[in-house]
Nanobody, 120 residues
């Protein structure tokens, strides 16, 4: 079994910054794509940013130039540096990872989410 645990969410004023972390643990052989997604109340879950094992990144247009995704492959940890935060960034942020287990099975896992609230 694999677990993803997010941390770093909180309440911040508009224009501020937060750094989210996501630690993966368990029966991990390798981690392929990882990503951050967010879901605001009453809305669907949307992609924020993704990163491949080779560190190729992709961002939603709404966060380009403000957010930066990164990963530490040795520590199986994913990060999201969020700068110039706006009230519309308020959401529950989820970490996701495509993980190959030591048994050779590849599955997508999700964390429990961390709340980010940006006040105006």
């Amino acid at each position: 079994q694999v677990q993803l645990v997010e941390s770093g969410g909180g309440l911040v004023q508009a224009g501020g910054s937060l750094r989210l972390s996501c630690a993966a643990s368990g029966s991990i052989f390798s981690i392929n794509n990882m990503g951050w997604y967010r879901q605001a109340p009453g809305k669907q879950r949307d992609l924020v940013a993704t990163i491949t094992s080779g560190r190729v990144t992709r961002y939603a247009d709404s966060v380009k130039g403000r957010f930066a995704i990164s990963r530490d492959n040795a520590e199986n940890t994913l990060y999201l540096q969020m700068n110039s935060l706006k009230p519309e960034d308020t959401a529950l942020y989820y970490c996701s990872a495509l993980v190959q287990s030591v048994m050779g099975v590849t599955l997508r896992y999700w964390g429990q989410g961390t709340q980010v609230t940006v006040s105006s």
